[in-house]
Structures are given as C-alpha cells and as structure tokens.
C-alpha cells in the first residue's frame, strides 16, 4: 500500500522533477494562460515536499472541504468545515494572473466558476497569508472605497459600514474574511476595466483563502461576467490541463470571439436561491454500451433544495449522490469480473492488476460526453493501479448535488454562454 500511494502521489507531481516548462507564456487578447497551482509554475506549489501520507490527505481534505462549501451555498447557509485535529482547506485548483490599479500590480487570482465577487488580500490584512505579496491600494492612483449608499453595497452578502465605506463579511470553506467593498482598474490579458468593484480583504481567519485572492466567474451581481457584460457578453470558456501534464497550463478565453464553432451544447439551468451555481440537466450515465439503472430522483433539478447537478472548476474529482454513484461503480466493478478490489483513501473501486477499462459517457439533456480514461481513472506511476477517480456524496454534506469537477473536466474545452443560456463541451487537448 505504501508503495502505491507514493506511485500516485508521483503521478500528480511528477512535473516538478528535472522538468523545464514554459513559464513565460503571456497572455494575448481575451485570452489568460490558466496556471496549475501544483504546477513547477505556480510560486504556490509545495516548497518542501509533503510525507506520502500528507499529500494524499490534502488531495482528499480539498475535496472534502469543497464539497462542504458548496453544500453551504446551495443551502443558504455559512457552514464553516471543523477538522478533527487536521487543518482543512480547499482552495481553487487553477490561477490567471491579473493586473490591479495604476501601476499595475500583478497577482495570482484563483479562479472560481462557483463564486462572483472578487476579493484580494490588501496590505495590512490581519490572518492573510504571508506566502506571497498583496494589493497595496495606497500605490494606486485609481483605487476608491465604494460608498455605503452606492447599489454596489447592497450586492454583498451582510453589508456593514464604518464610516461611508461598504464593508462585508465572508465565509469561503473553512476561512471567515471582513473586506471593504472597492474599486480600481483591472486588467486581463490585455483589456482594460476601469472601476471594477472587488473586496479588499483586512482581516482573515482560517488557511483556505487563495493567497492572493480570486476572481469570481458566476453569475452573480458582482461577477466577472455581470461587470464585463459589455465587454465579454458573459460568455466565457476554459481548458484546463491534464493531471499528467509537464505544464499545468490551459487557458480561460473571455467573451464569444474565438469560441469553438464545433460544440455540444446543454441547457444551463438557474437556481434563483443560488444563482451563481452552474446547474445542468443530468439524465442518466452510461457504463460501456450500458446505461445505468439509476433512479431520477439522483439527478432531478430542485431549486427548493439545491439537488441538481453542477458543474465546478474547484473540486477535483466528480462527486455522486449514493443513489448514483453506487449502481455506477457497481457497473464497472461488474465488467472487471473476479478481479480483488481494493480501495485508496477515497477512491472505493481500485486495482492492482491489469483490466479492461469500460468507457464511462455522461449524459446530459442534448449532449453525449463520453470520457477519455485519463478523465475517469487514475493510475499508479507504474501502472500497476487503477483507480475509478469518482465517489460519493459524503454524509457530511448536501447528499442531493451532483459536482462534475476538473478531474473529469480536463482536456475538455468548457463553454459557459449566460446569455443563451446554455453550456457546451468540446474535446480539446490543452495540456
């Protein structure tokens, strides 16, 4: 078992080893370069690296954490997640970088399908981490606190004042933040936004907040999408890369120039008690040339209690309610015939000899998306095991949503269109 574990845990870093990636690719147009925080890019990946058994933990706690998250927006609720002796976090798997004020300040912003406002780290921050620089608004010509009577104030959750400046508090996973509401110019690629409202972090508690902020790609008020809407006509779509990949890097395409003719396309369902969220019509999954036997209840859209099915750029490996996850793996564990299976931390369904992988085909009302092995196994360094890289909805949480996640997203071109409201899927290697 020991063995395996450090096999897997390779397969995931391995491009940190004697690797030489192109870090230097600029952004062009309306088109940001998408950074792995793993990857030998990123100044947030592992410095030092973590024991088998921490690494393995933190890949299993992100997820944990994440789906916690979600369960918290889909319930209206601020839950923040408690760890029994461990610290959990769940920051975002993907960074761009963007440009802040007058000189521009370069940060790494996480990106977020499943948030709208951002939010930066500014300087003086109590609790905000260490690891990298922050937004310092005083060396901004074009920064300005947003007023508590401005509308902008009344689209944050739980508005305060001190003094005429809005202010906020938030709960992201298991960190809490206060923020004052701001403004100043943003810039992505090469396009300009001039008085682009964020939060401006000031005081933080817990260590899931990405360390220089996030850039929230919902559909809120406060998103990217709502402020750009002129200029992106809130459409938007990314590739992220494969897991295996020596790079770590895709790319987020804003607004409808260059997006992919050749697209499947599903309906982008609207949940108003959390509209942010990316639902999307889930009907059935098949195993091989066999569709599942699942009740519909598993993937019925219920804006009254969250159910439903998302998509999400945070969470790594696509989570299931019981009643479809089961029959799923039952399916598959079935076409492996005798074959022991074994399990690895959250993966129930692995291997440790060689077998006939079925193919797994999600399908959605108006578009067939069958994934490539690389989007639904796992597999040791060695290739001695495979894993089926899914599970179940943990009890934990809100047992009634369905998260697609980037695990299974990679290599795929994602197309987010609010105004038709509709989301398209395309193959395309990005890696």
Not at 59 to 76: E, I, P, T, W
Request: net charge positive.
């Amino acid at each position: 078992m020991r063995t395996l574990l450090i096999s897997l845990v390779i397969l995931f870093f391995s491009m940190v080893q004697g690797l030489s990636p192109n870090c230097n690719i600029q952004d062009q147009g309306s088109t940001l370069q998408v950074i792995n925080v793993n990857s030998p890019c990123s100044p947030f990946r592992p410095k030092t690296p973590l024991s088998w058994q921490d690494t393995v933990l933190q890949m299993q706690s992100k997820d944990k954490a994440r789906l916690q998250y979600l369960s918290s927006l889909v319930a209206g609720k601020s839950i923040v997640p408690i760890a029994s002796g461990r610290t959990i976090t769940q920051n975002p798997t993907y960074i761009v970088r963007a440009n802040i004020g007058t000189p521009p300040q370069t940060l790494l912003l996480a990106v977020d399908t499943s948030n709208d406002a951002a939010w930066v780290p500014c300087t003086g921050c109590v609790g905000c981490s260490s690891a990298a620089p922050v937004f310092d608004s005083a060396n901004s010509s074009t920064f300005k606190s947003v007023d508590c009577s401005a509308d902008q104030c009344k689209q944050v959750p739980s508005p305060t004042c001190v003094g005429t400046t809005c202010g906020f508090n938030k709960t992201y996973g298991g960190s809490t933040f206060a923020a004052n509401l701001v403004q100043d110019t943003l810039v992505l690629a090469t396009d300009p936004v001039p008085g682009y409202t964020f939060g401006c972090i000031q005081t933080a508690t817990g260590s899931s907040l990405p360390a220089q902020g996030l850039l929230g790609l919902g559909r809120g008020p406060l998103s990217l999408l709502s402020q750009t809407d002129s200029l992106y006509k809130s459409t938007f779509s990314y590739c992220l890369p494969s897991y295996k990949s020596t790079n770590f890097s895709g790319s987020l395409r804003l607004g409808p120039n260059s997006q992919p003719k050749k697209i499947k396309y599903t309906q982008l369902l609207k949940n108003p008690r959390r509209s942010s969220l990316y639902y999307v019509n889930l009907m059935a999954i098949r195993v091989g040339n066999r569709i599942v036997d699942i009740p519909a209840t598993a993937f019925a859209f219920d804006p009254n209690t969250g159910a439903g099915t998302v998509i999400d750029s945070g969470t790594i490996f696509t989570s299931l309610v019981k009643a479809a996850y089961i029959p799923v793996r039952d399916e598959f564990r079935r076409r492996m015939g005798n074959s022991t299976v074994s399990s690895l931390g959250g993966f129930d369904t692995c291997y440790t000899v060689p077998i006939t992988i079925p193919t797994i085909t999600f399908i959605f009302s108006g578009m067939n998306v069958t994934l490539p092995q690389d989007n639904f196994i796992i597999r040791s360094t060695a290739g001695t095991t495979s894993c089926l890289a899914m599970a179940a909805a943990a009890d934990n949480v809100n047992s009634v949503l369905n998260v697609f996640a980037n695990f299974q997203q990679q290599n795929h071109r994602i197309l987010i269109d609010v105004p038709n409201t509709k989301l398209g899927v395309a193959r395309e290697t990005c890696s």
